[in-house]
Structures are given as C-alpha cells and as structure tokens.
C-alpha cells in the first residue's frame, strides 16, 4: 500500500486530530492570487502526464474524497484541479440524499458501486462520510434507514468509523489510492460568500435558504469532523485539512498533493517485449509499403 505523502495539512493518524490546530487560512509566505494560479497551471500540466501513466500501467486506481462545509469551493476546485486532465479518465459522482433503492442497501453500498476502475481518478463530491457527518448532527436521519437493530448512540459513530477504515483498507490493499480533502472554511468566509450567492443575480441559483439552517449547526459540525477525520485518517486513506479561505492556495494545495502521490507511485508506460518490439517493426514496414 502507498505511504501518505508529507504535507503541514496532514491530518495525524493517532486520533490527536483537533479542528482548532489547523489554520483556514494560507500561511504569510504562502502563494495567493496571481502566483498561485501559475503554479496551478505547473501541476496541472505535470498531472496530465501522471494520469496519462496511470491509464496506460492500469494497476493503480485513485479515489478522491471531497468533504466541505456549504460554500467551501468543493466544486471549484475539482473543476480547477481536473481542468487538463483527459475526461474518458475521469469520473466524479455527488452523493446527496439517498434514494430508496441506497436505503435498502448498507452505507458503504451506494459510493461502493461507483468507485473507479483500475487506471482511472474516481472523484467523489461529498460520500459515505455524510453518514458520519451529516447524520450524526441530525441524529433523526437514522430513523429512516431502517437499521436492524435497535440504534446505540454511544457506539454507532464508532462502528461506522471501524466500518469506513476496513473499507478503505481493503480497498487500498487492492490498488485504489485514496486521498480525502476536508476543504477547510471558516464561518466568517463562508457568510461572505452566502452573502456574494444572494448579491450577485449569476450566483442566485447557488443559495438554498437551507444553506443558513445548517449554518446555525456549526459547532456540531466541526466536532463530527474532527472524530471523523480523526477515527479515519490513516496512512493508507489520509486526511489533508485544505485551508480554503483562500481559493487560488486551496487549489494549488490540493493539486500538489496529488501530483506527489501519483509521482511516489512509480508509474511508467509498459515496457515492450523484444517480441512486441518485432511485430511493431514488421507493421512499420508493412505501413511504409503501401
């Protein structure tokens, strides 16, 4: 299994995790603006190479998990981040409410089905740790799962936990790597932009007065994020706290720690036989002939 590459946003895989220790915000000397997006175009070139590798070795798959609260830039950054990457090699799915096929299936079921194939990024916008977030703020939401068996308050989140861990463990021991991003927003930056979604008419359709409600849960939030990432973080499925008040750095953040790890991989186009190497001569020929 692969090693999680060094980063100062590396959430620590001895449930030390607190929110508080990670800034929202980019470090002083850190590249904003103009610089940022420069050297956002850098890594998304050199990535366009990786994926490239990736498809053609077809040994790896990458799984990448996006959680963030309302109007963190989840959807930016992916669109930024995967903007020179050949699509056939990509695919992103949202997870919102689940249906009620998803229902009668376990948690795990719904984002299982849709993980991506060996050679190929699989991106998922928000995933099955909505069941540890999400719903552990509205409690209420298990009722409607039908579990079967009486719910445990006290020992749910942590079974969930202990689910999602063997999951990805199984999953990377297979060849998927996964990187999970929590996109980290302060409150004072997520009001400025709900105010831009209401101001500005382009940005209307963006704001849901739902958005607010969820806001008035804050706290709530931020302590199911920090026993999430917390319980999960492991050096096979790492947590990277992105400081997203600063869109152009959250970008770039993400990009480089994915051209790392895809560069840790060792990845290379296959090798060609003495005997494949012949036939490709002899169709030379062939071609040059006629």
């Known amino acids: 299994m692969f090693e999680a590459v060094p980063s100062p946003y590396l959430v620590p895989f001895d449930s030390t995790f ?56 989840k959807d930016g950054t992916i669109r930024a981040v995967m903007s020179g990457i050949n699509p056939a090699g990509v695919q992103v799915f949202s997870f919102k409410r689940p249906s009620a096929l998803e229902l009668d299936h376990d948690f795990l079921w719904r984002s299982a089905v849709r993980l991506p194939e060996r050679g190929r990024i699989g991106i998922f916008n928000r995933s099955y740790y909505e069941e540890v977030l999400v719903v552990r703020v509205h409690p209420g939401i298990l009722e409607g799962q039908r579990l079967p068996y009486p719910i445990d308050p006290d020992r749910i989140w942590s079974e969930r936990f202990e689910s999602i861990r063997d999951h990805e463990k199984h999953l990377a021991r297979n060849g998927t790597v996964i990187l999970k991003f929590w996109l980290n927003v302060s409150l004072d930056e997520q009001k400025r932009r709900f105010l831009d979604r209401i101001d500005e008419p382009e940005k209307n359709w963006k704001f849901s007065a739902g958005d607010v409600d969820e806001r008035e ?56 036989s003495d005997e494949d190497r012949k036939a490709l001569l002899e169709a030379r020929k062939r071609l040059e002939s006629r």
């Open 217 to 272: 849960h804050w706290d709530a939030y931020m302590h199911a994020y920090e026993e999430a990432l917390g319980a999960t973080s492991r050096s096979w499925a790492p947590w990277y706290a992105i400081p997203a008040d600063d869109k152009p750095f959250m970008r770039l953040a993400v990009s480089e720690i994915l051209c790392s790890t895809l560069g840790s991989l060792g990845l290379a186009y296959p090798s060609v």
């Open 18 to 73: 607190r929110v508080g220790d990670f800034p929202t915000r980019p470090p002083e000397t850190g590249p904003t603006g103009k610089s940022a997006k420069k050297r956002l175009k850098d890594r998304i070139e050199e990535l366009d190479d990786l994926q490239r590798m990736l498809a053609a070795q077809d040994r790896y798959s990458v799984l990448l998990v996006f959680q963030a609260m309302d109007a963190a830039g």
